[in-house]
């Protein structure tokens, strides 16, 4: 079955940086976009960046332009997102997930089916 499973979360000051890791299986992942998202407590979830199956487009949320980075390792079925000069806001769980439609770079929830269980991000001094 689908599983997406997310890891490198966890406590960092404020301006550190962080790498996260989804790892998929059972699919056949070069053929699917994938999107990192997240949620804050109390606050809906929301698109981060993502990145096409075919040509390696990426796509970022305005809040993470210039300090997120989404890459793709289609020989480990992996995405990461590595995060730059972290700031208190960027405090969520981030999840990552599988796009069902061709607009899946809007990083609109309701664009991705398959959701892995999600890391905890917490910047804090």
């Known amino acids: 079955q689908v599983q997406l499973v997310e890891s490198g979360g966890g406590l960092v000051q404020p301006g550190g940086s962080l790498r996260l890791s989804c790892a998929a299986s059972?699919?056949?992942?070069?053929?699917?976009?994938i999107g990192w998202f997240r949620q804050a407590p109390g606050k809906e979830r929301e698109g981060v960046s993502c990145?096409?199956?075919?040509?390696?487009?990426?796509y970022y949320a305005d809040s993470v332009k210039g300090r997120f980075t989404i890459s793709r390792d289609n020989a480990k079925n992996t995405v990461y997102l590595q995060m730059n000069s972290l700031k208190p806001e960027d405090t969520a769980v981030y999840y990552c997930?599988?796009?069902?439609?061709?607009?899946?770079?809007?990083?609109?929830?309701?664009?991705?089916?398959?959701w892995g269980q999600g890391t905890q991000v917490t910047v804090s001094s």
């Open positions: 990145i096409s199956s075919s040509d390696g487009s990426t």
């Open positions: 059972g699919f056949t992942f070069k053929y699917y976009a």
């Open positions: 997930a599988t796009a069902y439609s061709g607009s899946y770079y809007l990083l609109r929830p309701l664009l991705y089916d398959n």
